[in-house]
């Protein structure tokens, strides 16, 4: 059996009174980004997402900065997850299942992914200071929160140690992403199946 050769792209385009998000997202990419939400941490870390997953992304947000960053990460979050989903369809082919323990410098993270249509987020990652720069470190959990939730991914995400926060943030990022690069695959011993016995991933 060969290796589909069905393009797994998804564009989404999401507004509301607090938010424009537009989302372009190539599965099968080379971690190509273009990313503008006004958050430069948060465009460090979408950065770091895009690069380490290998999937293009292509992220334009206006959102209400002026109250604060939290519904421009949140419904980032939300875009980047229906695109994402939207561009792997029925899952077909994909290998699933992937974990990985991440490490930089003094900072440990793991990150293990089930690409099961069925969302599902485990948090064990703390921070000892409200915020990196400006940004606030409870964002980080928000932005995965809703890119579980609307990717249809369990997500377990666990740090296992750290002193500097902007590197558990980072790892966090590079785990998923390099987590979710390995689950995305497509197996060529399976490349025409849904990988489950039910066969449909819901």
Aim: negative net charge; contains cysteine.
């Amino acid at each position: 059996m060969g290796e589909t050769t069905t393009a797994r792209v998804g564009n989404i385009v999401r507004k509301t009174n607090e938010t424009s998000v537009s989302v372009s997202v190539n599965l099968d990419g080379t971690g190509a980004a273009r990313i503008s939400t006004g958050v430069g941490f948060f465009d460090h870390m979408l950065d770091q997402l895009s690069r380490h997953s290998l999937i293009d992304m292509d992220i334009e947000v206006t959102g209400d900065l002026h109250i604060d960053d939290h519904h421009t990460v949140e419904d980032t979050g939300i875009a980047i997850g229906q695109a994402i989903s939207k561009a792997l369809g029925d899952r077909r082919g994909i290998t699933r299942y992937a974990s990985l323990d991440l490490a930089m410098d003094e900072t440990m993270t793991k990150a293990a992914i089930d690409v099961s249509g069925r969302p599902f987020l485990v948090w064990n990652v703390a921070f000892s200071a409200p915020k990196i720069g400006t940004f606030d470190t409870e964002l980080v959990r928000e932005f995965f929160q809703a890119l579980a939730q609307n990717a249809g991914i369990t997500l377990h995400v666990l740090n296992h140690y750290g002193a500097n926060n902007h590197h558990i943030a980072e790892t966090c990022f590079k785990a998923v992403a390099r987590a979710l690069r390995a689950a995305i695959e497509i197996d060529p011993r399976q490349a025409n199946r849904v990988p489950s016995t039910k066969g449909m991933l819901v």
